[in-house]
């Protein structure tokens, strides 16, 4: 979760980043109200409104697993968890890697 105070008034959009591997929930808040957004991930989610001083905005997004192959090491992938890189090394190379869960 993370979470944002604005400080000043004023009408402007705030764009924010949705990561491409957020695909399992992105949530928004503003000001403790659940807001309905259509964040696709991998794409930026525009917030307008007339925002005040002191707003908060609050962000969820769920962390699932996921590999990516390394180009050059056919045995070798990375695992992450979200934004978290960890490894995996299997003892052959592999043209096909199990789901991770």
């Known amino acids: 979760m993370i979470t944002k105070s604005l400080a000043g008034k004023g009408t402007f959009d705030i764009r924010i980043r949705v990561p491409k591997w957020a695909a399992h929930g992105f949530s928004v808040k503003i ?4 807001q309905q957004v259509d964040a696709l991930p991998g794409t930026y989610l525009t917030l307008s409104r007339s925002w005040q001083d002191n707003d908060t905005i609050e962000l969820k997004i769920a962390f699932s697993f996921y590999l990516r192959r390394v180009m050059d090491q ?27 869960t």
């Open 31 to 34: 000001n403790e109200r659940d």
């Open 74 to 100: 056919p045995k070798i992938a990375s695992l992450f968890y979200g934004p978290m890189l960890l490894a995996v090394e299997e003892p052959e190379s592999r043209t096909t890697w199990r789901k991770v």
